[in-house]
């Protein structure tokens, strides 16, 4: 099967509600090729800083959609629908802005406020369950990306455009028969 997902923008926000740690913001393409819908659950992203200083991983999980995405509003502003997983009908591009938190929910926990650092490079990459198989996308970056600045600890939205030599082109999404 042959689906591709390739993200063209993203965005951190800082903070939402009570958790201060930053969510991270994926304007993503999926596209299903075959005639049978796909499933998508649980996407992850497994998130790298290219600092000598820092070998850490940060796990990220999807947590909800956004139907728009406005520099000048919160996710709550924007409209955001909680989720878990969503459907790819056949022959079809589902597109979307898909919202990502800390895997880490315990307050207890160091992730749980976990800050991008302006000036450092992140590289992300992505795993989720397809049709009930677990697929992992750990071998080649889905993007990678630095934020300029300290995004606003008002709860609003710092935008960045992916830049296109980083994209990835037909990532399948099915592996190859």
Same mark, same amino acid.
């Given at each position: 099967?042959?689906?591709?997902?390739? +993200?063209?923008?993203?965005? =951190?926000?800082?903070?939402?509600?009570?958790?201060?740690?930053?969510?991270?913001?994926?304007? !993503?393409?999926?596209?299903?090729? /075959?005639?049978? #819908?796909?499933?998508?659950?649980?996407?992850?992203?497994?998130?790298?800083?290219?600092?000598? #200083?820092?070998?850490?991983?940060?796990?990220?999980?999807? =947590?909800?959609?956004?139907? #728009?995405?406005?520099?000048?509003?919160?996710?709550?502003?924007?409209?955001?629908?909680?989720?878990?997983?969503?459907? =790819?009908?056949?022959?079809?591009?589902?597109?979307?802005?898909?919202?990502?938190?800390?895997?880490?929910?315990?307050?207890?926990?160091? !992730?749980?406020?976990? /800050?991008?650092? +302006?000036?450092?490079?992140?590289? =992300?990459?992505?795993?989720?369950? !397809?049709?009930?198989?677990?697929?992992?996308?750990?071998?080649? +970056?889905?993007?990678?990306?630095?934020?300029?600045?300290? +995004?606003?600890?008002? /709860?609003?939205?710092?935008?960045?455009?992916?830049?296109?030599?980083? !994209?990835?082109?037909?990532?399948?999404?099915?592996?190859?028969?």
């Amino acid at each position: 099967m042959h689906n591709s997902l390739s +993200p063209y923008s993203y965005c =951190v926000q800082r903070g939402f509600y009570d958790l201060k740690s930053d969510h991270l913001i994926l304007s !993503l393409e999926w596209k299903n090729l /075959q005639n049978k #819908t796909a499933l998508v659950r649980i996407p992850y992203l497994k998130i790298i800083p290219k600092d000598p #200083t820092n070998n850490n991983h940060i796990y990220y999980t999807y =947590v909800a959609d956004y139907l #728009t995405v406005s520099r000048n509003k919160t996710i709550a502003e924007n409209g955001w629908t909680p989720s878990s997983s969503f459907i =790819v009908p056949p022959k079809s591009i589902s597109g979307g802005w898909r919202v990502f938190r800390t895997l880490n929910y315990n307050t207890e926990d160091p !992730l749980y406020n976990f /800050q991008f650092t +302006p000036g450092t490079t992140y590289d =992300v990459f992505i795993g989720y369950e !397809l049709n009930g198989k677990i697929i992992n996308k750990l071998n080649q +970056p889905l993007l990678s990306f630095k934020i300029s600045k300290d +995004p606003s600890p008002s /709860q609003k939205i710092e935008c960045y455009h992916s830049h296109p030599q980083k !994209l990835l082109e037909n990532v399948n999404l099915y592996p190859s028969k």
